[in-house]
């Protein structure tokens, strides 16, 4: 019986591991509307894993809009999940000070444990 459930529970495991802790944020609906577009678009690539095709989308986003949190906070969860940690803290950073309040990125436990392991920039 062992036999059987075994590489189920390896595999639940290892999906468990390889997904994000945290999603990326949406645009507000005022946001300017080919960034909003992109963003959309980032967002459905990241919920199905393509995590290089979401990189691109939220950077075409971050083109139009390059001065709103959510974004730059999307373009870091994009790179975290690609293991690329000095890029996605450069973006958090980014996403803090472009926050404007928004407690999704300001209270993100990601962002705290990463700055906080970079040390002060």
Request: proline share 7%; hydrophobic share 45%; charged share 20%.
């Amino acid at each position: 019986m062992k036999k059987i459930w075994m590489p189920w529970f390896v595999i639940f495991v290892f999906l468990a591991c390889a997904r994000p802790s945290e999603f990326p944020l949406a645009l507000p609906a005022a946001a300017e509307p080919s960034a909003k577009m992109h963003n959309d678009q980032g967002l459905a690539h990241f919920e199905a894993g393509r995590y290089r095709e979401a990189l691109i989308k939220f950077t075409q986003a971050s083109v139009a809009d390059s001065t709103t949190g959510e974004i730059h906070f999307n373009i870091g969860l994009a790179y975290h999940q690609q293991g690329e940690k000095a890029k996605a803290l450069e973006h958090f950073r980014l996403a803090i000070k472009y926050a404007d309040g928004n407690p999704e990125i300001t209270e993100s436990p990601l962002i705290k444990k990463l700055l906080g392991a970079a040390g002060p920039s």
